[in-house]
């Protein structure tokens, strides 16, 4: 796709004013001939290159009339200043049903009946999008002006971001976007408003915020109608959307409907994301007159946390429209029927059968009534039924995103020509203080490469050891340097623990990568160093790893407690609760996708193990009255005696996994599951096999059910289910029982939605059958949630529910609270355990929020 027009020296340019003659921001500026639009910048002014001839101007903004000119371009720029009048709003006479329900509720009936055939209404479509992205950082603490200003960093310096995309179309859900060229001297901060340029708010979910034109949607919104204005020949009716309970995922503002072709003319919406302040102003034009497409968008997003106060202004035109229709979707003459308010001729309608067994195309066609549920109805089956014939009906959505080559290299000359949007006095003022500090930085690089400040510029560092790095050696080929772990457990006193991982890419059409990661570990108690060594081949299909060494491992495989937070509670309470064995060992694991949803993983390992003991006392608790730490055997109900002695172990496991109705997203050919599309059943088996001198031989099976959902409009539930049996218990060693997530520290670190908040460790572990349950429900409001101001500082909240049964458990159950979000980094749970039904202790536990949270293994 060219840039004809873009590059010729002619056009249109001016200043759009309001009647009191004040610039008006961000109107909208969009040539009917071309299908192309422009927005004015903050100053009001335009400037949009077209070859010559004669066009019309279309004039919008949000609140005013829009204008229409004709023009006619020759080889220079015509000037052309716009006045916008307020525009006039008429209350129609419209019919009140006996409980006077407002009538913005029929419009918004017939507006989400068809938001899906407006969605299916284009084939295809090709265009090109042009983003321009300002943000300044207000205000900052005190403490990081230094460090900042550093950088080049002052309050109310305009960071501006530009690029230039050609996106295409193809229904049903296929949809490709390569960046021509781009342009920035700053990041985002996860303010990008892609999500909304390229989404549609005709779908029922965008951004992860419900539409008004959801079919939910009167389950989170309320309705009033403001009244209709005319625009050119079309009627518009100015619709107030209002939440019925503020928050992250829902929208309030005006948003403009075209009657009769119930389609979005415009919209007004402010929003919140995880205490963002979201502003979204999108301008629609009907391309071709057959479909209102958005030709510009606004965005206003604010924000403050820490101290840190900034905001971001966001800029989209969409121009060079080419759009296929969807012939099965022609309907120039389509009535619908609100059979709430209309209800004899709705019922007229769908008394005749015949109507009824006609296709949705027949029923298009005719141009028949149709009421708003039949076309729902229609809708939904028509989209199931394009679903089910396309190649793979479980993904769901096919994306894919390129940057040219060139897009990095583009000049200011480049930019001034293809820029549709002027830049402001600030934007200008950014770009120049960009380049300076570039051109000063260029200078210091040639002049000593090794005074570079940029980390891993200088190479290799002897303080990269122990505070770690990343190095790109080849385009292939990296290092990374984890930093250097002191820790402590009372069996190895202090430890050095050190990590590195070498990764190479293969570049292959299954994007395999070779990774080999070392690992060294000194235990001072006994003067010892071990390690391990493991090799991993991974790819889209699975991964293969083989892994040997000497090492130390914790009864419970899964790590209940890691090892930094034991290295606190025994060195500040002299409470050791990781328990720990050694053993020399290599395993192989391979995990395979057997198909779209069926995965294997099997693991074969073989081990000399041993027994450890405590070697040391030391702590920083005060000596008097200490008790010392705690023995390095687990305490078990069914096994007084958890030592061992030295042997080997040949065990082996094997877990099928499926999820059935498991749909994905596809981008870039790589697919990526929708976890809360399908619930995941696992068959898992553990063998111990008496083999190769191995004294151990057990057998085990266990069945899962894991599934995350959301219920209606109230909170989002995710459950867990593990039952199982041990078959064989000839031979084992306490480490092949079967363990549970448990936690007796203050802090939290396992999966939320996995893992008990007081269980003891060890203590219910167990040979015989067991029943392990997790149910966490999230709240979309309760208590402190449902107030607004802590709503939007992140606040979430949630109940769950965990129960163990063993042989000796007596039916462990707990039950809490939590506070999700605080600071937006932490979580306050509160939980209460009982057995047989009778009170036992109640904890507090402090985690990182579930929604940041990554767990930090250091097996």
Same mark, same amino acid.
């Given at each position: 796709?060219?840039?004809?027009?873009?590059?010729?020296?002619?056009?249109?340019?001016?200043?759009?004013?309001?009647?009191?003659?004040?610039?008006?921001?961000?109107?909208?500026?969009?040539?009917?001939?071309?299908?192309?639009?422009?927005?004015?910048?903050?100053?009001?002014?335009?400037?949009?290159?077209?070859?010559?001839?004669?066009?019309?101007?279309?004039?919008?903004?949000?609140?005013?009339?829009?204008?229409?000119?004709?023009?006619?371009?020759?080889?220079?720029?015509?000037?052309? %200043?716009?006045?916008?009048?307020?525009?006039?709003?008429?209350?129609?006479?419209?019919?009140?049903?006996?409980?006077?329900?407002?009538?913005?509720?029929?419009?918004?009936?017939?507006?989400?009946?068809?938001?899906?055939?407006?969605?299916?209404?284009?084939?295809?479509?090709?265009?090109?999008?042009?983003?321009?992205?300002?943000?300044?950082?207000?205000?900052?603490?005190?403490?990081?002006?230094?460090?900042?200003? &550093?950088?080049?960093?002052?309050?109310?310096?305009? #960071?501006? @971001?530009?690029?230039?995309?050609?996106?295409?179309?193809?229904?049903?859900?296929?949809?490709?976007? &390569?960046?021509?060229?781009?342009?920035?001297?700053?990041?985002? /901060?996860?303010?990008?408003?892609?999500?909304?340029?390229?989404?549609?708010?005709?779908?029922?979910?965008?951004?992860?915020?419900?539409?008004?034109?959801?079919?939910?949607?009167?389950?989170?919104?309320?309705?009033?109608?403001?009244?209709?204005?005319?625009?050119?020949?079309?009627?518009?009716?100015?619709?107030?959307?209002?939440?019925?309970?503020?928050?992250?995922?829902?929208?309030?503002?005006?948003?403009?409907?075209?009657?009769?072709?119930?389609?979005?003319?415009?919209?007004?919406?402010?929003?919140?994301?995880?205490?963002?302040?979201?502003?979204?102003?999108?301008?629609?034009?009907?391309?071709?007159?057959?479909?209102?497409?958005?030709?510009?968008?606004?965005?206003?997003?604010?924000?403050?946390?820490?101290?840190?106060?900034?905001?971001?202004?966001?800029?989209?035109?969409?121009?060079?429209?080419?759009?296929?229709?969807?012939?099965?979707?022609?309907?120039?003459?389509?009535?619908?029927?609100?059979?709430?308010?209309?209800?004899?001729?709705?019922?007229?309608?769908?008394?005749?059968?015949?109507?009824?067994?006609? @296709?949705?195309?027949?029923?298009?066609?005719?141009?028949?009534?149709?009421?708003?549920?039949?076309?729902?109805?229609?809708?939904?089956?028509?989209?199931?039924?394009?679903?089910?014939?396309?190649?793979?009906?479980?993904?769901?959505?096919?994306?894919?995103?390129?940057?040219?080559?060139?897009?990095?290299?583009?000049?200011?000359?480049?930019?001034?020509?293809?820029?549709?949007?002027?830049?402001?006095?600030?934007?200008?003022?950014?770009?120049?203080?960009?380049?300076?500090?570039?051109?000063?930085?260029?200078?210091?690089?040639?002049?000593?490469?090794?005074?570079?400040?940029?980390?891993?510029?200088?190479?290799?560092?002897?303080?990269?050891?122990?505070?770690?790095?990343?190095?790109?050696?080849?385009?292939?080929?990296?290092?990374?340097?984890?930093?250097?772990?002191?820790?402590? /457990?009372?069996?190895?006193?202090?430890?050095?623990?050190?990590?590195?991982?070498? *990764?190479?890419?293969?570049?292959?059409?299954?994007?395999?990568?070779?990774?080999?990661?070392?690992? #060294?570990?000194?235990?001072?108690?006994?003067?010892?160093?071990?390690?391990?060594?493991?090799?991993?081949?991974? %790819?889209?299909?699975?991964?293969?790893?083989?892994?040997?060494?000497?090492?130390?491992?914790?009864?419970?495989?899964?790590?209940?407690?890691?090892?930094?937070?034991?290295?606190?509670?025994?060195?500040?309470?002299?409470?050791?609760?990781?328990?720990?064995?050694?053993?020399?060992?290599?395993?192989?694991?391979?995990?395979?996708?057997?198909?779209?949803?069926?995965?294997? @993983?099997?693991?074969?390992?073989?081990?000399?193990?041993?027994?450890?003991?405590?070697?040391?006392?030391?702590?920083?608790?005060?000596?008097?009255?200490?008790?010392?730490? !705690?023995?390095?055997?687990?305490?078990?109900?069914?096994?007084?005696?958890?030592?061992?002695?030295?042997?080997?172990?040949?065990?082996?496991?094997?877990?099928?996994?499926?999820?059935?109705?498991?749909?994905?997203?596809?981008?870039?050919?790589?697919?990526?599951?929708?976890?809360?599309?399908?619930?995941?059943?696992?068959?898992?088996?553990?063998?111990?096999?008496?083999?190769?001198?191995?004294?151990?031989?057990?057998?085990?099976?266990?069945?899962?059910?894991?599934?995350?959902?959301?219920?209606?409009?109230?909170?989002?539930? %995710?459950?867990?289910?593990?039952?199982?049996?041990?078959? %064989?218990?000839?031979?084992?060693?306490?480490?092949?029982?079967?363990?549970?997530?448990?936690?007796?520290?203050?802090?939290?670190?396992? /999966?939320?939605?996995?893992?008990?908040?007081?269980?003891?460790?060890?203590?219910?572990?167990?040979?015989?059958?067991?029943?392990?349950?997790?149910?966490?429900?999230?709240?979309?409001?309760?208590?402190?949630?449902?107030?607004?101001?802590?709503?939007?500082?992140?606040?979430?909240? !949630?109940?769950?529910?965990?129960?163990?049964?063993?042989?000796? !458990?007596? /039916?462990?159950?707990?039950?809490?609270?939590?506070?999700?979000?605080?600071?937006?980094?932490?979580?306050?749970?509160?939980?209460?355990?009982?057995?047989?039904?009778?009170?036992?202790?109640? *904890?507090?536990?402090?985690?990182?929020?579930?929604?940041?949270?990554?767990?930090?293994?250091?097996?």
């Amino acid at each position: 796709m060219g840039l004809p027009y873009l590059l010729h020296a002619g056009g249109v340019k001016g200043v759009i004013l309001s009647d009191e003659a004040t610039p008006l921001p961000w109107a909208t500026i969009y040539v009917k001939q071309l299908g192309i639009g422009t927005v004015a910048n903050e100053q009001g002014y335009y400037e949009i290159s077209l070859p010559p001839g004669t066009y019309e101007m279309i004039y919008q903004h949000v609140g005013y009339e829009t204008q229409q000119k004709q023009i006619e371009v020759t080889e220079n720029f015509v000037t052309l %200043n716009i006045r916008l009048k307020p525009q006039v709003i008429v209350l129609q006479n419209v019919t009140i049903t006996a409980g006077k329900e407002d009538p913005a509720y029929t419009i918004m009936r017939k507006a989400i009946a068809k938001a899906k055939y407006h969605n299916q209404q284009i084939d295809s479509f090709s265009a090109r999008v042009y983003i321009k992205g300002s943000g300044k950082l207000k205000d900052y603490p005190w403490l990081a002006k230094k460090a900042l200003e &550093k950088e080049g960093i002052k309050k109310n310096r305009v #960071f501006v @971001s530009e690029s230039v995309s050609e996106i295409q179309y193809r229904r049903p859900s296929i949809f490709r976007e &390569k960046i021509i060229s781009i342009r920035s001297d700053g990041r985002d /901060n996860n303010t990008s408003p892609n999500a909304f340029v390229f989404g549609s708010f005709y779908q029922p979910m965008i951004a992860e915020t419900v539409s008004p034109l959801s079919p939910a949607a009167f389950n989170y919104y309320l309705f009033e109608y403001q009244g209709t204005f005319k625009d050119r020949q079309y009627d518009i009716s100015k619709i107030k959307v209002i939440p019925r309970s503020r928050g992250d995922n829902v929208v309030e503002g005006m948003l403009y409907i075209v009657e009769d072709w119930w389609a979005i003319h415009s919209l007004d919406f402010t929003t919140t994301r995880l205490g963002l302040h979201i502003r979204i102003n999108q301008m629609y034009a009907p391309v071709n007159d057959k479909a209102w497409l958005p030709v510009s968008q606004h965005f206003n997003i604010t924000g403050r946390f820490f101290g840190f106060e900034f905001e971001y202004t966001y800029l989209a035109t969409v121009s060079n429209y080419h759009i296929v229709l969807n012939q099965e979707l022609v309907a120039d003459n389509l009535k619908i029927i609100d059979e709430k308010l209309e209800k004899e001729k709705a019922l007229e309608a769908e008394k005749n059968l015949s109507r009824k067994s006609q @296709s949705l195309q027949k029923r298009l066609e005719a141009g028949q009534e149709i009421t708003t549920r039949e076309l729902k109805a229609l809708m939904k089956e028509y989209e199931k039924q394009e679903q089910k014939q396309q190649p793979d009906p479980g993904i769901i959505a096919i994306t894919s995103f390129e940057v040219d080559s060139t897009a990095f290299r583009r000049d200011s000359a480049y930019w001034a020509a293809v820029r549709p949007v002027p830049l402001s006095d600030e934007e200008i003022k950014g770009y120049r203080i960009t380049d300076s500090l570039a051109i000063e930085e260029r200078k210091k690089e040639a002049g000593d490469t090794l005074r570079r400040s940029e980390k891993n510029k200088a190479g290799f560092q002897p303080w990269d050891v122990f505070i770690g790095d990343f190095y790109r050696l080849t385009k292939s080929a990296s290092l990374w340097l984890e930093p250097l772990q002191v820790l402590f /457990n009372p069996v190895e006193g202090f430890v050095l623990l050190h990590r590195s991982n070498f *990764g190479y890419a293969l570049h292959d059409s299954l994007r395999s990568r070779l990774n080999l990661r070392p690992t #060294f570990r000194y235990a001072f108690a006994p003067a010892q160093l071990s390690g391990t060594l493991r090799l991993q081949l991974r %790819n889209i299909k699975g991964r293969v790893q083989i892994e040997g060494g000497r090492y130390v491992q914790q009864f419970n495989a899964d790590e209940p407690i890691l090892p930094v937070i034991n290295t606190f509670t025994s060195l500040l309470a002299q409470q050791n609760y990781m328990k720990i064995y050694e053993q020399d060992f290599i395993s192989a694991r391979l995990q395979q996708s057997l198909g779209p949803r069926v995965n294997l @993983s099997t693991t074969l390992a073989y081990a000399r193990r041993r027994d450890l003991f405590n070697r040391t006392n030391y702590s920083w608790r005060s000596k008097s009255g200490s008790e010392g730490y !705690s023995p390095n055997a687990p305490e078990n109900l069914e096994l007084t005696d958890t030592g061992f002695p030295e042997h080997y172990a040949f065990t082996g496991s094997a877990t099928l996994s499926v999820s059935p109705w498991l749909k994905y997203r596809m981008r870039n050919g790589r697919k990526y599951p929708i976890e809360s599309s399908s619930p995941t059943f696992s068959l898992r088996y553990d063998r111990g096999a008496p083999l190769l001198k191995s004294s151990i031989n057990f057998s085990r099976a266990e069945l899962g059910l894991s599934h995350s959902f959301g219920i209606g409009v109230r909170g989002f539930l %995710n459950i867990r289910l593990q039952a199982g049996k041990f078959f %064989n218990t000839d031979s084992l060693a306490f480490m092949d029982y079967r363990h549970f997530m448990g936690n007796l520290t203050p802090l939290a670190t396992a /999966n939320p939605t996995a893992s008990f908040r007081l269980l003891d460790y060890y203590r219910y572990s167990t040979t015989g059958q067991y029943l392990v349950t997790n149910l966490n429900y999230r709240f979309r409001k309760l208590l402190l949630s449902s107030v607004y101001k802590l709503h939007l500082l992140g606040i979430r909240e !949630s109940v769950f529910i965990n129960y163990l049964y063993t042989a000796r !458990s007596e /039916n462990y159950f707990e039950a809490g609270y939590a506070v999700n979000g605080i600071l937006r980094l932490f979580r306050l749970e509160a939980a209460a355990a009982f057995q047989s039904g009778t009170y036992q202790t109640f *904890g507090l536990r402090i985690g990182i929020a579930s929604n940041i949270m990554v767990r930090f293994s250091d097996n």
